[in-house]
């Protein structure tokens, strides 16, 4: 009963298309539950938005900012409030036990994935990287080395453009990490970790300091540095159907009608990518950032959106 | 005030070519010329006729002047991205002789073009045939001087100054500077400053790059300069602020002269207000005293001598406020709608939803809300006001929120400087409407 309640809150929050089947759906009921059911889905719309806004033209910089601060403020809100806490809470409880419930989760525990996805991409914005070592799979944020010379990666870093970054060398450091994960056992669950910050992961930055770019102030050419990150379509690894299913469990499938309305164009909206992904065969993991294999995994993403 | 339909340029059938979207919409300083961009990199420019063989009630129309390909598809090998060919911006530099020039930007260049007109070509070669093949010289028995003989008018496009790899993010704001000496272009994070004449190299004026990116909460949205200080520019940002910058004051303009913010109405706060405080557009008004804002509900009209709040504000569509969650969702709140004032500055316009746009009469604190629609194109049809029912009943010919077209979106918007003409762009057609004469 409270499940179909929750689809009901669901579709009321994002109408079909632009007519409403009536004005009683229209306002959500009241009460607290209701608004954090609300924040919840608001939440994870906005991390859909992020992770999957990399498609082969550069993404619009100013929309990832204003999304970034709106899951900011989200995270913010449930933090003040406790509910933040108590997520993190069920989902360290969630990692030890078993799997995640194949079926529909229960309505009001959030699923096991739908955590992972706020809790590590907000943790990415706020606080740095744990030391690694104190085990579960809440407390390690991915792409975060252990070596104190490189910075944190957040949403942003695939922005770097113009400083020095050497590819090669980075991305082996994240080749060395991703093999020598002795703490995550079960390779499904790295899977999973890495759907949300596959997109985001960049090498790291050699030197990041204000300086080379103060050096290009005035009468001079603002150079772009070698910035060698080649499309990060490499590093998405598409997770099992049934966690993807389990994530977007509530999801209304008209939103993708809706999106091939609305978003006309050569690129894929976020929720074709999402249908390509849980209908194709998953990507093969590229742990070492070989050239030759992004590019015939590019050509398959392209096989992707030019069959669909 | 009444408005007319007067033309509309553009493909009928429904199906849009994704290169045919039109991006920006801009006259030229005389208006005579009118100048679109368009998805696929094209330009096209307009031109009034001089000759008014039309009895009075019709102005002049525009026809097609010049066609040409500004920009093309590039690839970044290093980050293995596109560079769209999209023109985000076109504007024009005032004339100093017989060509016209303009600038045309995409996300990465921006390219000044001269456009001239050839209507005399030499006849009358001695070495030279007509055709063009090389006479027997031993055949060339006396001399001739070449004619100037008129021809059919030729419009030829060419490109004279490229100005490339000055920006890692995107380019959304180019403006000619009133010394007619200088430009900047503007992208997410930097302000750049080009002398026209200068390819190789530009200053940096402008640098909002954190030092470290994850610390990114804000963004460059717009920037233009003052159309009479010359030293004077503004740029506005994804959290509602504009930044008034003197370039006397330093090289790098990264402190503001002034900051212009409205605070916050606390009773209309939520997750979306940020998102929804974004300008998308700023323009200074003709006399150089005031400039408009554009965010997504509103068009606000700053004094600049005023930075704690604006002295007009005029609403869009208010009646999306209540469906930002939807708007949210498909996108639509981060549409980038444009503004514009008319000649003496007493009205200002914008576009909205469902081929609407909105016109504000400052002094009378009237609006209206019209529609650019094929249904509408009959030679010099008075368009009808249009009005949205946010709830409740809805009367005859009003139209409700949830039967609003959000497709059909009008971002780009333009006004003739000196008469009562504008230029309206929906997804692939530009519509021309001209006041009520008589």
């Known amino acids: 009963m409270l499940k179909s309640v929750r689809l009901k809150k669901a579709r009321t929050m994002f109408p079909k298309g632009t007519k409403r089947k009536s004005p009683e759906d229209e306002a959500p009921g009241p009460g607290p539950l209701s608004y954090s059911l609300q924040r919840q889905s608001l939440l994870d719309m906005s991390l859909i938005k992020l992770q999957l806004c990399h498609m082969l033209v550069e993404p619009d910089l100013c929309r990832s900012v204003l999304i970034a601060n709106t899951v900011r403020q989200i995270q913010e809100e449930m933090s003040e409030d406790g509910t933040w806490q108590r997520m993190a809470l069920a989902l360290a409880q969630g990692a030890q036990g078993p799997q995640g419930p194949s079926g529909l989760a229960p309505p009001l525990t959030p699923s096991p994935e739908r955590l992972v996805a706020s809790e590590l991409l907000c943790r990415s914005d706020l606080k740095p990287a744990p030391h690694r070592g104190e085990g579960g799979l809440e407390e390690r944020a991915p792409g975060a080395p252990d070596s104190p010379d490189s910075p944190y990666l957040g949403p942003f870093s695939r922005w770097e453009g113009d400083e020095g970054e050497e590819g090669e060398e980075g991305d082996s450091e994240e080749a060395d990490e991703a093999d020598s994960e002795d703490s995550l056992s079960d390779p499904e669950e790295e899977v999973r970790e890495h759907t949300v910050f596959g997109t985001f992961e960049i090498k790291p930055p050699l030197a990041e300091s204000r300086g080379p770019s103060a050096e290009n102030r005035g009468p001079s050419a603002e150079s772009r540095g070698p910035s060698v990150e080649p499309a990060r379509l490499c590093d998405i690894r598409a997770p099992s159907d049934a966690a993807l299913e389990e994530l977007f469990s509530d999801v209304d499938p008209s939103y993708y009608d809706l999106d091939t309305v609305l978003l006309q164009g050569p690129k894929m909206g976020p929720y074709d990518l999402l249908e390509s992904l849980s209908h194709s065969p998953a990507l093969s993991p590229a742990p070492t950032a070989n050239c030759r294999s992004d590019i015939n995994e590019l050509d398959h993403i392209m096989e992707i959106i030019v069959g669909s | ?438």
């Not at chain 2, 097609?64 to 023109?87: A, G, M, R, W």
């Not at chain 2, 998102?275 to 323009?283: G, L, P």
Request: net charge negative; glycine share 4%; hydrophobic share 35%.
């Open chain 2, 1 to 438: 005030m009444q408005w007319c339909f007067s033309q509309v340029k553009g493909a009928i059938d429904d199906d849009v070519a994704e290169a045919d979207i039109i991006s920006t919409v801009e006259f030229n300083h005389t208006g005579e010329l009118l100048a679109t961009g368009d998805k696929g990199g094209r330009v096209v420019i307009f031109q009034q006729e001089t000759e008014n063989k039309n009895p009075p009630q019709f102005r002049s129309e525009y026809n097609v002047y010049s066609t040409f390909q500004s920009h093309e598809p590039e690839f970044d090998y290093l980050k293995s991205l596109e560079i769209e060919e999209k023109i985000n911006k076109i504007r024009w530099l005032p004339q100093k002789n017989a060509a016209q020039f303009l600038l045309s930007t995409n996300d990465k260049t921006i390219k000044l073009w001269k456009i001239s007109e050839r209507d005399k070509r030499p006849e009358g070669y001695n070495l030279k045939e007509e055709d063009g093949r090389y006479k027997d010289p031993n055949s060339i028995t006396k001399l001739q001087v070449p004619v100037l003989i008129p021809m059919d008018l030729m419009v030829e496009a060419s490109p004279r100054r490229v100005f490339a790899n000055a920006h890692t993010y995107h380019i959304n704001s180019i403006s000619v500077n009133s010394d007619n000496e200088t430009y900047l272009s503007a992208d997410d994070l930097r302000i750049n400053l080009w002398n026209l004449e200068i390819t190789d190299r530009s200053f940096n004026i402008v640098d909002i790059k954190p030092a470290n990116m994850e610390e990114l909460t804000e963004v460059i949205t717009a920037a233009e300069f003052h159309p009479h200080q010359c030293n004077t520019f503004v740029y506005s940002s994804s959290k509602g602020t504009i930044r008034m910058c003197d370039m006397r004051a330093s090289a790098l303009c990264d402190r503001h002269t002034k900051l212009f913010e409205e605070p916050e109405d606390p009773s209309n706060r939520s997750f979306f207000s940020e998102i929804i405080s974004s300008i998308s557009d700023v323009k200074f008004s003709h006399n150089g005293r005031y400039m408009m804002t554009r965010d997504y509900l509103s068009v606000k009209i700053w004094d600049l001598n005023m930075e704690s709040r604006p002295v007009e504000t005029y609403q869009v569509h208010e009646y999306l406020r209540s469906k930002l969650c939807s708007l949210y969702e498909n996108d639509c709140i981060f549409d980038k709608f444009e503004c514009c004032w008319n000649g003496d500055d007493s009205v200002v316009m914008t576009g909205s939803y469902n081929n609407f746009f909105r016109m504000f009469e400052r002094g009378h604190r009237r609006d209206v809300t019209l529609e650019a629609s094929r249904e509408n194109s009959k030679p010099l049809q008075v368009l009808k006001p249009r009005k949205v029912c946010a709830g409740g009943k809805r009367k005859k010919d009003e139209i409700s929120v949830d039967s609003l077209d959000f497709n059909k979106k009008i971002l780009h918007t333009a006004w003739h400087p000196q008469d009562n003409i504008i230029a309206v762009a929906t997804t692939n057609n530009l519509y021309i409407f001209q006041d009520k004469v008589i």
